[in-house]
């Protein structure tokens, strides 16, 4: 059975909201009273996650394995790719082709274009 990776209490959270203009000043009051402060801008998501562009297709793949539930085996045994090819992919060592996108994107109930770098 597949396992959560294990990652550390995160201390800080950075929230977001939209909402009537008139009651912008009270919800960051209120906001502050609590303990928060205003950050600034946003990070784009590809920055907030922290992989490069060539890196995205395997933690692609890796994330949409464990959203189904699946092993690299069983996903081995209903696309007819190799364990090892899998793994590989995953730790962005080998690419993932046209062909080999469809197979996994039919199993896994995506876009096939989802295993591209942007």
Known sequence: MLEHTKKPPTKDVALRFTGPAAKAREAVEAMRALGFQESGASLPWQEALGHT???????FLAGARYREGLTQARLAELTGIPRRHLSEMENNKRPIGQKTARKLAKVLKVDPRRFRAP
Do not use: A, I, S, T
């Not at 562009?53 to 933690?59: F, I, N, R």
């Open 53 to 59: 562009d060539e890196e995205l297709p395997g933690v």
